[in-house]
T-cell receptor
C-alpha cells in the first residue's frame, strides 16, 4: 500500500517561515492534499496541488511538488500563533486518499 | 449551513459494552468514511461507504461495524470485540469516491474512552 512519511514535530518563531515536508510512494497520486487539524477538532482542507503542477501559491501558503522524487512540501510564510496545529499530507488517486502521520507545528511567540 | 456532524463529542463506556457513534451529513455526498486517530499514528481507515446500503472494510475494520441505510447517515458501532477502542474517531464525507479529486470533509470527532 501507499506509504506517506512526515516528520512528527516542527517548532518555529512567530513571523518566520515554516516548511513541512512529506514523502510518498504511490506515483499514481493525482491530487495531493494538505489538511490542517486544530486541537480536539476534525481536519480541514488547507490546499492541494494537481500532479502535473510543481508549485501552487495561495496567499501565505506555497506547495511544492517534486514528482520524480515523490516529495511534497508546504511552506507557510510569516507564521502566526494561529497556525499552530497538526498538518497532514494526503496523496490521493482514484478511489483512495492516504493520510500521513501528521506534523505538529508549534509557533513560539 | 451544510456540514458534517458527529455526536457525542465525548463518550465513555465500560469494557465489554457496545457503543454507537453518530455521523450525519447534509452535503449530499455519496461517499462517507470512518477513521480512527491515535497519537503518533495519524489517521487509519476503519470503514467506508460509496453508496447507500453498501460499505467496505478499511485497514482496521476488526471489532467495528457500520450501516448505511440513508445517504445522510453512517453510524459506527464499536463492539466489545475491539481490543483497544479508546481513541479519537473521525467521520468524513466526499462527493464521490470515484472522482480523481476527492476532497474529504470532516466532522468534529468523537473521543471515546473505555473505562
Amino acid at each position: 500500500g501507499e506509504d506517506v512519511e512526515q516528520s512528527l514535530f516542527l517548532s518555529v518563531r512567530e513571523g518566520d517561515s515554516s516548511v513541512i515536508n512529506c514523502t510518498y510512494t504511490d506515483s499514481s497520486s493525482t491530487y495531493l492534499y494538505w489538511y490542517k487539524q486544530e486541537p480536539g477538532a476534525g481536519l480541514q482542507l488547507l490546499t492541494y496541488i494537481f500532479s502535473n503542477m510543481d508549485m501552487k501559491q495561495d496567499q501565505r501558503l506555497t506547495v511544492l511538488l517534486n514528482k520524480k522524487d515523490k516529495h511534497l512540501s508546504l511552506r507557510i510564510a510569516d507564521t502566526q500563533t494561529g497556525d499552530s496545529a497538526i498538518y497532514f499530507c494526503a496523496p490521493g488517486g482514484y478511489q483512495k486518499v492516504t493520510f500521513g502521520i501528521g506534523t505538529k507545528l508549534q509557533v513560539i511567540p | 449551513d451544510g456540514g458534517i456532524t458527529q455526536s457525542p463529542k465525548y463518550l465513555f463506556r465500560k469494557e465489554g459494552q457496545n457503543v454507537t457513534l453518530s455521523c450525519e451529513q447534509n452535503l449530499n455526498h455519496d461517499a462517507m468514511y470512518w477513521y480512527r486517530q491515535d497519537p503518533g499514528q495519524g489517521l487509519r481507515l476503519i470503514y467506508y461507504s460509496q453508496i447507500v446500503n453498501d460499505f467496505q472494510k478499511g485497514d482496521i475494520a476488526e471489532g467495528y461495524s457500520v450501516s448505511r441505510e440513508k445517504k445522510e447517515s453512517f453510524p459506527l458501532t464499536v463492539t466489545s470485540a475491539q481490543k483497544n477502542p479508546t481513541a479519537f474517531y473521525l467521520c468524513a464525507s466526499s462527493i464521490s469516491r470515484d472522482s480523481l479529486y476527492n476532497e474529504q470533509f470532516f466532522g468534529p470527532g468523537t473521543r471515546l474512552t473505555v473505562l
